[in-house]
């Protein structure tokens, strides 16, 4: 059987057409990546991130303008390439078999979706090593916080971290600010690809057709101050503990930057004690829970529910 041009048309649209629907399906759930990340554009082969660590704050004004020469962080996250491929076979063209790569299409595009989300779990993970723009670990206790605005004179430590436990990590995050503690850097949309033409080397010597996914960015951590972490049991003290931990953050200078908690992340053996503790509003003994609705819980099934770095 000779496959013609409109049977490789039809198999290009089922594909295309498959994937685009559950894109779009997919991307009204709210990924966990759109949740935590901050997508910020690229154009170039890598970002610098100069201005993280630089809180910008208005003053009365009073004769002329106060120049302040502020901080600069060399932090720099270089792009990535990153594909995934699906391959279909002649004879199944030939075969008029082209029903079974339907799912197989909505899957690339669940790929996409989870791609992002494994990223950010990943960095958060890693955060104990990881270096963010202040040249500490992302989750460290010796974050340096200056006493004048412009980074100079001797720093403090402050910790976003919660007690010395190694149980399941969990993680209080503050969203809802224009940026968040994470960032997916884009250099390009995810791109869907094909090679469908007999001419082409990969369809001459493999018999087959294929379809793909492309992507070039990267992923880093922005403000350390809109995240803490815990790997004690998460329980309503601890939760009250990282809730006024990120409340008593400071910028340089010494003013309160004025976190406000709103997302508590947790891997699902942590929903349970998660939902106990933000989602009942009496507590065991019959009282009111002072912690019900303080913020919103998210379980991410990307996180791992035991420590990976003792």
Same mark, same amino acid.
């Given at each position: ?28 759930? $709210?990924?966990?990546?759109? $949740? ?259 913020? $919103? ?14």
């Amino acid at each position: 059987m000779i496959i013609k041009h409109e049977t490789l048309q039809a198999l290009r649209t089922m594909v295309r057409g498959e994937f685009a629907a559950q894109a779009a399906i997919l991307q009204k759930l $709210t990924p966990l990546h759109q $949740t935590v990340a901050t997508v910020i554009p690229s154009n170039t082969r890598s970002n610098t991130y100069g201005w993280l660590g630089n809180f910008p704050q208005l003053r009365e004004w009073i004769g002329p303008r106060v120049m302040q020469s502020m901080k600069e962080s060399g932090y720099t996250l270089e792009n990535q390439k990153y594909e995934a491929t699906l391959q279909v076979k002649r004879e199944d063209i030939e075969d008029d078999n082209l029903g079974i790569y339907r799912p197989l299409a909505r899957s690339l595009a669940k790929e996409v979706v989870d791609f992002f989300d494994r990223h950010i779990v990943a960095l958060m993970v890693d955060g104990f090593t990881g270096l963010c723009y202040d040249g500490q670990p992302f989750f460290d206790a010796e974050h340096p916080i200056y006493p004048t605005i412009d980074g100079t004179g001797t720093s403090a430590s402050v910790s976003n971290i919660i007690g010395d436990g190694t149980g399941a990590p969990w993680y209080l995050l503050a969203l809802s600010g224009v940026l968040k503690p994470f960032i997916v850097q884009q250099r390009t949309n995810p791109e869907f690809e094909e090679i469908t033409d007999p001419r082409n080397d990969s369809v001459f010597l493999l018999d087959t057709y294929m379809y793909g996914i492309r992507y070039r960015g990267s992923f880093g951590y922005g403000f350390w101050q809109q995240a803490v972490v815990c790997k004690e049991p998460l329980t309503a003290a601890t939760y009250q503990q990282a809730r006024l931990c990120m409340q008593q953050f400071k910028r340089d200078g010494g003013d309160p930057l004025g976190m406000v908690p709103t997302h508590l992340l947790v891997d699902p053996t942590n929903e349970a004690a998660g939902r106990t503790v933000l989602e009942m509003q009496y507590d065991v003994g019959g009282g009111s829970n002072p912690n019900y609705h303080t913020a $919103t819980l998210v379980v991410s099934p990307w996180l791992p529910g035991e420590n990976l770095h003792e």
